[in-house]
DNA sequence: TATTGTTATACTCTATAACTATA
DNA sequence: TATAGTTATAGAGTATAACAATA
């Protein structure tokens, strides 16, 4: 039998983790997508299908995100000069102040999930962590291996 | 500024370990959420109240999962004899089997998301995600501290 | 009175299929 | 033909508020 310890450690982390998602989403009164939209927008790609393929979504899944987002003036869409059927979407002034403050809180209640731990070992879980986030792995819309 | 390294890659590895948790529900033709009520039943609470608190959802919330687990009949609702107003769910047999294979499946791709790695970091990781998970923390009904 | 669970309702999220407009 | 995005539709998940039955 193998030990599998880790891999349900990870997952109760994760757990863990998606929780103070929500929650803190809900302070910003916003569902934990929209809140992940904004923040991708702060620094990731901006195309409607870029976006949906980084998250993981059919397109109109993205439509209908953005749809929302759009109509509580998180965020707005911008025709692409260069190709007339594309468009990105741009924060709006709230959008970004939501999409900064639910950032910096979910840090912090993630840090406050780590708790105090020694310089050394919370170096060495920061490697560990960025090791397994890093490795290439095959994109979002290719099926897992089994 | 502070360093907030590790509270993003912590959310990084979570956005991760969901998607897998849904790649593999998909797999049995399920949701995240009921697979994830049917593993909870293995070892878990088993009592409606019970396990809402636990998943942290509305007492209302949990009668749709149940009533939608039970019409694909994957659990089903018994009685406590001892408390006419409260029941519990369990697992039928397919139910069991989906969440066994779930589980097992699950924990399959966490671990090759984590990929090789010598058994010292594998040792270190668990240990340092361990005390994570099981540092006490306020029950899900409290707003988390701000 | 308090608790357990349900119902009614509204909204969000998501996928599939069919569509429009542009490349 | 292929790609970017939308629309229509259906189902799942969730919360709030009001309710019934039992403790």
Tied chains: 1, 2.
Excluded: W
């Amino acid at each position: 039998m193998e030990n599998t310890q880790l891999a349900t450690a990870l997952v109760r982390l994760a757990h863990l983790v998606s929780r103070v998602y929500g929650e803190v989403s809900k302070e910003f009164e916003a569902t934990p997508q929209q809140i992940q939209l904004l923040c991708m927008t702060l620094g990731g790609p901006t195309g409607m299908s870029e976006m949906s393929r980084a998250l993981g979504l059919e397109r109109s899944s993205m439509t209908g995100l953005v749809d929302r987002a759009e109509r509580r003036g998180l965020v707005v869409r911008v025709r692409d000069p260069h190709d007339r059927r594309a468009c990105g979407i741009e924060l709006t002034d709230q959008g970004r102040k939501i999409a900064l403050g639910a950032h910096s809180k979910v840090t912090a209640q993630v840090e406050a999930l780590v708790g105090e731990i020694s310089a050394d070992d919370r170096e060495r879980l920061e490697s560990l962590v960025m090791g397994i986030i890093h490795t290439p792995r095959p994109t979002t819309d290719a099926p897992l291996q089994t």
